[in-house]
């Protein structure tokens, strides 16, 4: 099994629609969780960190995180096309520092 | 302007021939770390380093080399390059690589080996 599994993609919402991406992860320990942006041939980019349960709003990005679940989800509130990219979720275990895993990506594509 | 820069951007090279990807950080971060992206798949450690002097090996270290002797530069080394090494690769920096660590990567060096 994978350390960090991501929803199989490739996603397409209409303009203006919730995009909800999903992460799970394997390791109990993990105390760091990030979701970045990454255009095509582009480098990723943050787009939201979340380290304690519950939510975690930014404009009109959500990260939502249940330790218990083992899982972290990003919500994309009015969707645009410019939301158009490949979302990766990251996951940093405090105990091994300096290690970080990446999930596969889900591609997002926002229809005009 | 606070960045990670990577050296060269594109390279092509033939299997066997001793090559160096440079990357080079201006925000006096601590953490420095190398990834390689291939289709389909999300990044893959290779190594970081946690300060000068200090690396460790990642999910995928094996036919690499890193150095950390000064804290701005990162080089990742290929002593013998091969055609299952052709990626993209990533330099990325944080403040620190313990607790929250959010990573600024570079633009990324694409490579290919034939």
């Known amino acids: 099994q994978k350390e960090v599994e991501q929803n199989s993609g490739p996603l397409s919402v209409p303009e203006g629609a919730i995009a909800s991406l999903n992460c799970t992860y394997s390791d109990r320990v993990s105390q760091s969780f990030f979701w970045y942006r990454q255009y095509s041939g582009k480098s990723p980019e943050l787009i939201m960190s979340?380290?304690?349960?519950g939510d975690k709003e930014d404009g009109r990005f959500t990260a939502q995180l249940n330790k218990a679940s083992q899982y972290v989800s990003l919500l994309i509130r009015d969707s645009q096309p410019s939301d158009s990219a490949t979302y990766l979720c990251?996951?940093?275990?405090?105990?091994?520092?300096?290690?970080?895993?990446f999930g596969d990506g889900t591609t997002l594509t926002v229809k005009p | 302007e606070a960045q990670v820069t990577q050296n060269p951007r594109y390279l092509i090279t033939v299997t066997g021939k001793k090559l160096t990807v440079t990357c080079s950080q201006n925000m006096n971060h601590e953490y420095m770390s190398w990834y390689r992206q291939d289709p389909g798949l999300g990044l893959r450690q290779i190594y970081y380093?946690?300060?000068?002097?200090?690396?460790d090996k990642g999910d995928v270290p094996e036919g690499y080399k890193v150095s950390r002797k000064e804290k701005r530069n990162f080089p990742l080394i290929l002593e013998s390059p091969s055609p299952n090494q052709t990626s993209l690769y990533f330099c990325a920096s944080s403040l620190s690589g313990t607790g929250p660590n959010i990573q600024y990567f570079g633009a990324g060096t694409r490579l290919s080996v034939l």
């Open positions: 380093s946690m300060n000068v002097e200090v690396t």
């Open positions: 979340i380290y304690s349960n």
């Open positions: 990251a996951v940093n275990d405090n105990t091994n520092a300096g290690k970080s895993t």
